[in-house]
């Protein structure tokens, strides 16, 4: 029965050697071994004042040296930001003073080919038997191969599949991937390569290209067999494993399947008669996937020539059709690697809810909500703010994971440093300081404290990070070029990480993407390459065309405003959810941190108790990053602490709901009754507010937000204001205040970009006036209204209010959108009086002393420079009071208004200034308000989101 026969004239295509690069570490490790000591030391390094205009003393990085002790000599290195760069650094100084170069020292690494030879060798040799016991005993993932080998009854004792040593030493497959590249993409050609190796050691090892398993010619000792045998532990009946079964047809269900281990059973033997083989050498053996310590493999039948052939080339812009495949699909997008024949999945084992999983892990949104454990709830983040307030895996764990999972290459991160005074100092008010030779503090768009002098720019250091996407053959995908730049290389990477994840999240969605506008679709910092692209994913269209077949098949764009069904509320607008509980005052907004309690039911017509799906007793996330699906924020900034909600929803993917469910089968039967709906139950327990608001309160008394209300009174009562206006209004702080205030007002209109924060001001406010005769009895105010756009935007119906009002808004925008507000403002609304504060950077100083701002800081970044930080992690801009009095008095200049300065939180004439500083423009009386007619047409620019009138009410 046995054919022995050589592999070497195996048609495969052997790919050229790659010699492993050694770091200079491992060579002064091959050559002095446990001779040669490391030794570290931490180092502070002392900066240049970073923050400008400042004589404050400040920490520099923390560094390390290392102080390599060899027997001869010793050596130094220089100062490294990691402790395993200054061990290679300090190695490299060591191989100079020897004289060795290490890039020619690779010389002296063994053949690849011979060290596989001598692996096999190893693992069949006596020796082995003489200590076997010992290698048995260990977690080796082989071990229990080999022991199961050896019990196997009539011809096949002693024989081991080669697809079991492939799959379970990973040394022996490190190898055949250096022997063979084409085994990167397809691990399957790995065996043919163990073949090849195998026939080398014909005296000792019979192999058999048909059976394709490996066994010794000379039979082991007894006395080991039997050794082998009484460390076993007995089986007094069937051991029953559940795996998940995966038909070749797409018209079959995933089904569970039951595999009956015997006392002496090898389950390979079983898994193969399920797969329809003759025995376990026909099982091939993928890798493991899912997470890092998961055991979960995909057996696959050999009985294809296929599988151990390299994948044809697929030809970009080839339409392939879901129906019409020649392998199985599901189970090729799972292994990233056609297969043609079915496959089971075995875990050890659990409900095909593990086969759900591993697809939601495929994209960029899924494996983060895996990462959270909240498949329901959470959403890829749309936006990083610190590595303290993120929650879950980090962008660039995330990206590294999503290469992973589709076979691809590591991504290639490269940080840029910006040095230059052009990227520091963007803006034309920068520029035009520097100009003027000011040493105040500038900061630029990108959150960099820089002087005007040109020592204090040198010594200013931002970053970008660039990132490449490669094939495992190396083929160029996708390329990240940010504009954006950090004060911390971290930010920098998990920025351009979520850049690229961002990106491909959007195409995942909706794959389905004509080859020709698939570049077109990418925005500016990404750069597409379609054909290698649509090489490496062309199997997600067809699931995506499986999972959506009555989809918008040859759409003509990517859509990033693609809306979920779960998005959607069933039956309720958002003014109409039924929130219970007492207001608390203290509710959400964006920068806030939140704590909620959650859980998500599958609920059906007919039936009672809803299925359990998800829950969670603590959930924390921040406001504003899109870290949860967006109707549950909008809900959340309705709330305040103590407050519950529950909200109806539109059904999620069935793979979502399939990958959350415990019980999948009660989850399938609910799933096909006609009506079922996502049922989300909600409990605020905590809002943490922004770190902004944490330092003014702590600080000030009343807080900083209070101040501001009161500023405006004053100017309201002074000049008997009757209509206001106030730009940037959120979710209504300011108007709540006024409301609550009396005052002459009548008329009070807030405008914002955000539909969220209006519809949080219009709840508030709605409730404050209907109680408004019994809290303020000589209240005038008339009409409250609610508009949604942009500040920047006009609408000739607000035009020529007494008084407006934009406070702490601006540093929120772009400074060249600051610029056309404020010629909106003054040049187009026209109010009598308009008051506008920004923080003032200079302050920021003393309010980052604070213990509460400490508190804030990356506990992996204590060991860079302290430097002035905004106040906000979403400001785009912070001014000086110079910076903040050069654009003030130039607007006043244009419109024909007048200017005067002051501010609240601090001492005008002592340094460094009000903490907030505010310009209060008076609009000259002699000049003359304009027609509006003459500057907008008939249509209106802003959407009324909300009105209340006292005339209506009272009726």
């Not at 390094?45 to 404050?56: F, H, R, T």
């Not at 454990?373 to 990206?399: C, H, Q, V, Y």
């Not at 007919?606 to 549950?632: H, N, R």
């Not at 949080?760 to 409250?784: F, N, W």
Request: aromatic share 8%; net charge negative.
């Amino acid at each position: 029965m046995e054919n022995v026969k050589s592999s070497s004239s195996s048609s495969v295509a052997v790919g050229p050697v790659k010699k492993p690069m050694l770091t200079p570490k491992a060579i002064i490790h091959q050559k002095f071994g446990d001779k040669a000591c490391y030794s570290i030391e931490e180092v502070q390094e002392v900066p240049q004042n970073w923050c400008p205009g400042l004589a404050i003393a400040q920490k520099g990085p923390c560094l390390f040296i290392c102080r390599l002790q060899l027997p001869e000599f010793s050596v130094v290195s220089s100062p490294c930001k990691r402790k395993k760069e200054a061990e290679q650094s300090a190695a490299e100084l060591a191989l100079h003073k020897l004289g060795i170069d290490p890039k020619k020292s690779t010389s002296t690494v063994s053949d690849p080919g011979d060290e596989l030879v001598s692996r096999l060798s190893y693992m069949f040799s006596n020796e082995v038997g003489t200590s076997c016991l010992h290698f048995l005993s260990s977690l080796h993932p082989l071990s229990g191969h080999l022991k199961a080998v050896f019990l196997r009854v009539g011809e096949l004792n002693g024989s081991v599949p080669v697809s079991a040593l492939v799959a379970c030493d990973t040394k022996l497959g490190n190898l055949c991937k250096l022997i063979d590249s084409t085994a990167v993409g397809n691990p399957f050609l790995s065996i043919l390569t163990v073949m090849r190796a195998a026939s080398r050691l014909s005296e000792l090892i019979a192999v058999s290209e048909e059976e394709l398993w490996i066994r010794r010619r000379e039979p082991y000792p007894y006395d080991l067999v039997e050794s082998l045998i009484d460390q076993q532990t007995p089986m007094t009946s069937e051991a029953c494993i559940e795996a998940v079964y995966i038909p070749f047809s797409l018209n079959e269900d995933v089904r569970s399947v039951s595999l009956n281990l015997g006392p002496k059973g090898y389950y390979l033997d079983v898994i193969a008669q399920k797969l329809g083989v003759v025995d376990a050498s026909k099982v091939l053996i993928s890798r493991t996937i899912g997470k890092a310590n998961s055991e979960m493999r995909l057996y696959i039948s050999a009985l294809e020539a296929n599988n151990l052939n390299p994948v044809s080339e697929f030809r970009a812009g080839e339409k392939l059709s879901c129906y019409d495949c020649s392998f199985n699909l599901h189970a090729s997008y799972l292994l990233g690697q056609q297969i043609h024949i079915m496959i089971c999945i075995t875990i050890g084992l659990e409900y095909s809810g593990g086969q759900r999983t591993m697809l939601v892990g495929k994209t960029p949104d899924g494996l983060y909500k895996l990462s959270r454990e909240a498949i329901l709830m959470a959403d890829l983040p749309t936006s990083f703010s610190t590595k303290a307030n993120w929650k879950g895996s980090l962008p660039r764990d995330l990206l590294c994971g999503i290469c992973r999972q589709h076979q691809l290459s590591e991504p290639v991160f490269n940080v840029v440093s910006d040095s230059s005074d052009s990227d520091h100092v963007s803006s034309e008010s920068c520029r035009k300081l520097a100009s003027d030779g000011s040493n105040t503090g500038v900061m630029s768009e990108n959150g960099s404290a820089c002087a005007m002098n040109a020592q204090n720019i040198a010594a200013m250091e931002t970053f970008r990070c660039e990132i490449r996407l490669f094939s495992k053959k190396q083929d160029l995908i996708i390329e990240c070029y940010p504009k954006q730049s950090f004060r911390k290389q971290g930010d920098a990477v998990q920025y351009a990480s979520l850049s690229v994840l961002s990106w491909l999240n959007m195409f995942f969605k909706q794959p389905d993407v004509p080859l020709e506008m698939l570049s077109l679709t990418a925005h500016d910092d990404i750069k597409c390459h379609p054909t290698s692209f649509l090489k490496e994913f062309y199997l997600l269209e067809l699931m995506h065309n499986v999972q959506q077949p009555g989809g918008s098949q040859g759409s003509q764009k990517l859509d990033p405003n693609h809306v979920d069904a779960r998005d959607n509320m069933i039956g309720l607008g958002n003014k109409h959810l039924s929130i219970s509980g007492p207001e608390s005052g203290s509710s959400p907004s964006n920068g806030s941190f939140v704590s909620i309690t959650y859980s998500v039911n599958l609920t059906c017509e007919g039936k009672d108790i809803p299925l359990l799906l998800e829950s969670s007793d603590e959930f924390e996330f921040e406001i504003g990053t899109g870290a949860v699906i967006p109707c549950i924020e909008a809900a959340l900034l309705q709330m305040t602490a103590g407050q519950s909600v529950c909200i109806f929803m539109g059904l999620s993917s069935r793979d979502l709901i399939m990958a959350a469910a415990v019980d999948s089968e009660e989850a399938v039967a609910c799933l096909s009754s006609k009506s079922c709906c996502l049922e989300y139950c909600i409990s605020l327990l905590r809002v943490m507010e922004p770190l902004e608001d944490r330092m003014e309160q702590a600080l000030f008394s009343p807080p900083l937000s209070k101040q501001r209300v009161e500023y405006a009174l004053k100017y309201i009562k002074e000049f008997s204001a009757t209509s206001l206006i106030d730009f940037g209004c959120g979710s209504g702080s300011l108007l709540e205040s006024l409301v609550g205030s009396p005052s002459s007002l009548e008329k009070i209109v807030g405008i914002d970009i955000s539909q969220k924060g209006l519809i949080r001001a219009a709840k508030i406010l709605h409730s404050k006036l209907e109680k408004l005769d019994a809290m303020v009895p000589r209240s005038r105010i008339q009409s409250v209204i609610l508009y949604e756009g942009s500040i920047t935007g006009f609408d000739p119906r607000l035009h020529g209010y007494d008084i407006g009002t934009c406070l702490e808004v601006i540093e929120h925008m772009q400074e060249e959108q600051a610029c056309l507000f404020g010629d909106a403002a003054l040049g187009l609304f026209r109010p009598w009086v308009l008051i506008v504060s920004t923080p003032n950077y200079e302050y920021n100083v003393i309010l980052q002393k604070s213990n509460i701002s400490s508190l804030e800081d990356d506990p992996d970044e204590k060991s860079q420079p302290e430097i002035c930080k905004f106040r906000n992690h979403d400001h785009k801009f912070e001014w000086t009071r110079v910076q903040f009095n050069h654009w003030a008095i130039d607007l006043a200049s244009k419109h024909n208004y007048s200017v005067e300065f002051g501010g609240v939180g601090g001492i005008a004439d002592v340094e460094p200034g009000f903490a907030s500083q505010i310009a209060l423009f008076r609009r000259n009386e002699h000049n003359p308000v304009k027609d509006c007619g003459e500057c907008m047409g008939p249509d209106l620019h802003y959407r009324t989101l909300w009105e209340w009138n006292a005339m209506s009410m009272s009726s």
